[in-house]
């Protein structure tokens, strides 16, 4: 099995491939020690797998005039920097329909996040989270079996730049790669059957 980060530095390789902006705009990575420290902001403390994406890279940079397009690590999200993550925890932990467990990794700019879920019982899966959802759903194992899913949907042209220079993907093919490397998430099955 491959490490967190040997996938992110797969992604980015496939990344440059596309000729996409996003490994322009990723900030250097943060100590062990950095990420300990934000994280005593909130109640909350980073699994092996957040140090490990945050020690590749701290999220993107915030650029004026840079849309979230030219941003995007995988289509419609961009990696959130650990200060941005934890800010927008704390925003978010107001809300009813946020666990506070949750914890926010990669944003849509419009409301949407994948975020894992720190509980002590979930082991770190990821949840998809949207506004216009009522429930969110477990979509990643966890971080490891997300960035997986993404890796090979690079690697076999499922996620691609389209006509305006945007990632892009087919929906249906993702789904398989995820139900495969995801099997025990039910939400790929009950996708696969309506389509």
Not at 59 to 73: M, N, P, Q, W, Y
Request: a negative charge; aromatic letters at 12%; proline letters at 4%.
């Amino acid at each position: 099995m491959e490490t967190i980060t040997q996938l992110l530095n797969e992604i980015e390789k496939s990344l440059q491939q596309l000729d996409h902006s996003c490994v322009d705009h990723l900030n250097p990575g943060i100590t062990s020690l950095k990420i300990q420290e934000l994280f005593e902001e909130i109640p909350l403390q980073p699994n092996q797998d957040l140090h490990a994406l945050y020690a590749w890279r701290n999220g993107s940079k915030d650029s004026e005039g840079i849309t979230l397009g030219e941003l995007a690590f995988f289509p419609g999200f961009y990696l959130m920097s650990l200060e941005e993550s934890i800010q927008t925890y704390m925003e978010l932990r107001a809300r009813d329909v946020w666990n506070k467990f949750w914890f926010p990794i990669f944003a849509s700019g419009g409301g949407d996040f994948y975020a894992m879920n720190l509980a002590p019982e979930s082991q770190g899966q990821i949840h998809g989270v949207y506004v216009y959802e009522e429930e969110p759903q477990v979509e990643y194992r966890s971080l490891k079996s997300m960035l997986t899913t993404f890796k090979v949907c690079y690697e076999q042209g499922i996620i691609f730049r389209n006509e305006q220079g945007y990632l892009d993907m087919d929906y249906r093919k993702h789904a398989e790669v995820a139900h495969e490397i995801n099997p025990d998430v039910k939400m790929w099955l009950e996708f696969l059957k309506e389509m």
